[in-house]
C-alpha cells in the first residue's frame, strides 16, 4: 500500500525549468517502482520516467530523455522531476505513480500502475 501527492506544476515560459515533488509513504520493496506519467487533454496517458526504489535505476522516455531527469531521496520519500528546456508539448497534467514491482515488458503502461497521485498541472506558455 503506497500513497502519492504531486506538487510543483504552474505555468511557465518556453525554455523554462520546472521541478515537480512526488512525496510517497507506505510500504516500499526493492523492486518498488516510482514516477511519472503525464495526460494531455485528447490524448492518452504517457509515460515519461520512473525509478527504482531499492537500487536507483532510471528509465526515460524518448521524448524526454536529455531535458528531463528523475531522482529519488529515500531520507524524505520523494521522487522528483527535473524539467528543463520545456515546450508547449509539455503541457499536461502530470502524475506521479507507483508499483511494487519492476517489470521490463509493462514499466511503460500505465494500466500496471496501482498507486496514483491527485495530478498536477504544467502549462508551458511560447
Known amino acids: 500500500q503506497v500513497q502519492l501527492v504531486e506538487s510543483g506544476g504552474g505555468l511557465v515560459q518556453v525554455g523554462d525549468s520546472l521541478r515537480l515533488s512526488c512525496a510517497a509513504s507506505?510500504?516500499?520493496?526493492?523492486?518498488?517502482?516510482i514516477g511519472w506519467f503525464r495526460q494531455a487533454p485528447g490524448k492518452e496517458r504517457e509515460f515519461i520516467s520512473v525509478?527504482?526504489?531499492?537500487?536507483?535505476?532510471?528509465y526515460y522516455s524518448d521524448s524526454v530523455k536529455g531535458r528531463f531527469s528523475i531522482s529519488r531521496d529515500s531520507a524524505k520519500n520523494t521522487v522528483y522531476l527535473q524539467m528543463n528546456s520545456l515546450t508547449p508539448d509539455d503541457t499536461a497534467v502530470y502524475y506521479c505513480?507507483?508499483?511494487?514491482?519492476?517489470?521490463?515488458?509493462?514499466?511503460?503502461?500505465?494500466?500496471?500502475?496501482?498507486?496514483w497521485g491527485q495530478g498536477t498541472q504544467v502549462t508551458v506558455s511560447s
Open positions: 507506505g510500504r516500499f520493496f526493492r523492486s518498488t517502482t
Open positions: 525509478v527504482t526504489w531499492g537500487d536507483g535505476r532510471t
Open positions: 505513480a507507483g508499483r511494487q514491482t519492476f517489470h521490463a515488458a509493462t514499466y511503460t503502461y500505465s494500466r500496471y500502475y496501482a498507486y
